[in-house]
């Protein structure tokens, strides 16, 4: 099966530390492992952005994948 081009697509994540419910490490590296792990749920090909909480479901960011 071919792989999809990703040419020219960029992810960008945007998170506001100082909205982050607890400490701001352990609430990065939580952020970072659930959507490092989620990612393949998503047309990579696509534009598309996502809004991303911290570990109180208070939005504190967004991820973007565009071209």
């Known amino acids: 099966?071919?792989?999809?081009?990703v040419d020219r697509m960029k992810f960008t994540l945007d998170?506001?530390?100082s909205r982050v419910a607890g400490d701001p490490?352990?609430?990065l590296e939580r952020i970072l492992r659930y959507w490092g792990g989620n990612m393949r749920h998503y047309?990579?090909?696509q534009p598309v952005t996502t809004e991303v909480s911290d570990s109180e479901y208070a939005v504190?960011?967004?991820?973007t994948l565009s071209s």
């Open 43 to 45: 047309d990579l090909t």
């Open 1 to 5: 099966m071919p792989v999809p081009s």
């Open 60 to 63: 504190v960011g967004s991820w």
């Open 15 to 17: 998170v506001d530390l």
């Open 25 to 27: 490490t352990s609430e």
